[in-house]
Structures are given as C-alpha cells and as structure tokens.
C-alpha cells in the first residue's frame, strides 16, 4: 500500500482536529465559528462527491460518493473534537 495517501488523510485529519481546537479559542459568534468550520471541512470531500454526483452511471462513481461521505463524516468528527478538547481545557482551567 503506497503510504502518502494515508499520510496526507492523517495530516488532513489532524489539521481538521487543530482547526477545531482553535475555533473553539475566537471570541466570534456561534455562526461564524460554525460557517468557518464547515468552510474547511467541505472542500476536500467535494472533490469526490461532485463527480459521482455529476455522472453517476461512471465506473467507480459509487465508490467515490462512499469516500467523499466518509471523508465528510470523519472531517466534522475532528472538527467537534478539536472544540470538545478546547473546551474542555478551558473548563478545567
């Protein structure tokens, strides 16, 4: 199995769990932080969801609406974390 792609969905993921985390920390309203995150996760799950949307009698099409699904599950999953983690910090101190 070729290791880049695990390594960039890790980074990706991470990054996700950072961002959260950060968000967490802004003194910006609920919308906003909200708006934000959704503005970092959703582009890189689009990127295999709008294909198979577009074609969807392609080869592969099926396979590339179940990635970006779960890519999308999995980036909002991190980005919760990443708050929960902040704002349990914040309560602990």
């Known amino acids: 199995m070729p290791f880049v792609p695990k390594i ?3 980074a990706y993921l991470l990054f996700l769990v950072a961002a959260g985390w950060r ?3 802004i003194a910006w309203s609920r919308r906003i932080k ?3 995150g959704l503005s970092l996760v959703v582009p ?4 295999f969801l709008l294909p198979a949307l577009l074609r969807p009698r392609e080869p592969f099409a099926d396979l590339l609406l179940a990635l ?4 999308l599950v999995c980036g909002m999953l991190c980005l919760a974390a990443g708050m929960a983690i902040a704002w349990l910090r914040a309560r602990r101190a």
Request: no cysteine; glycine share 18%.
């Open 8 to 10: 960039l969905l890790g």
């Open 23 to 25: 968000l967490f920390g």
């Open 34 to 36: 909200v708006a934000t």
């Open 44 to 47: 890189l799950p689009l990127l």
């Open 68 to 71: 970006g699904l779960a890519l």
